[in-house]
């Protein structure tokens, strides 16, 4: 099983659209979460951390299951400017301070 | 503030050809890292360095060399390059610290190997 899964996608969504992405990890020692967006041609830049709680940054929502090793984000009303590929990372076990980075999700969102 | 700056942004190489990659941080992190990012392969660690003095192995180590130069610097060495080592190579640096810690990425150089 890989490290860290992600649906490739793509996921082509109008504007204002609600789009979910989900993640699975492998290692249940794992205990930083992350979300990153990779714009074409750009560096991966950090959208959001994830917490045991959930955490919400304006439009987007994170979810954490731990029991199913799980992450998920959420984007709500999407944007033109939200479209990009966006990374599931996870450290790499317990006490590990690399990530591993998931092959991403791309969202193409249409006008 | 400049945060993570790479060196160079474009470069091709010969095969057999020998050159450095430059990374720098002004954010006063302990910790860098090289990446290789390749179509339909994700980010791959190539080597990082937890501290100043330390460096360590990646998951696709093989034909690279490193040094962490001083706090703010991490080099990437390809000894001799080869066709294979044709991506986009990525430094980024953290805060030290166990449990991981969100990493903060340069623009990325990217490299042709003939």
């Known amino acids: 099983r890989k490290e860290v899964e992600q649906d490739p996608g793509p996921f082509n969504v109008p504007e204002g659209a609600t789009v979910a992405f989900n993640c699975t990890y492998s290692?249940?020692?794992?205990?930083?979460f992350f979300w990153y967006r990779q714009d074409c041609r750009k560096e991966p830049k950090l959208l959001m951390s994830?917490?045991?709680s959930g955490n919400e940054d304006g439009r987007f929502t994170a979810q954490l299951n731990r029991a199913s090793q799980y992450i998920s984000l959420l984007i709500r009303d999407s944007k033109l400017s939200d479209s990009a590929t966006y990374l599931c990372?996870?450290?790499?076990?317990?006490?590990?301070?690399?990530?591993?980075f998931g092959k991403g999700t791309k969202l193409s969102v249409i006008p | 503030n400049a945060g993570v700056t790479q060196t160079p942004k474009f470069q091709v190489l010969k095969t057999g050809q020998s050159m450095t990659l430059q990374c720098a941080q002004d954010?006063?992190?302990?910790?860098m890292y090289w990446y290789r990012q390749d179509p339909g392969m994700g980010l791959r660690l190539i080597y990082y360095?937890?501290?100043?003095?330390?460096?360590d192995k990646g998951e696709v180590p093989n034909g690279y060399n490193v040094s962490r130069l001083n706090k703010r610097e991490f080099s990437l060495r390809l000894e001799s390059a080869a066709p294979s080592q044709t991506s986009v190579y990525f430094c980024?640096?953290?805060?030290?610290?166990?449990?991981?810690?969100?990493?903060?990425f340069g623009p990325g150089t990217r490299l042709t190997v003939t």
């Open positions: 980024a640096s953290s805060e030290s610290g166990t449990g991981g810690r969100e990493q903060y």
């Open positions: 290692n249940s020692a794992s205990q930083s």
């Open positions: 994830v917490y045991s």
């Open positions: 990372v996870v450290n790499t076990g317990a006490g590990s301070y690399q990530l591993t």
């Open positions: 954010m006063n992190h302990n910790s």
């Open positions: 360095s937890a501290s100043e003095g330390t460096t």
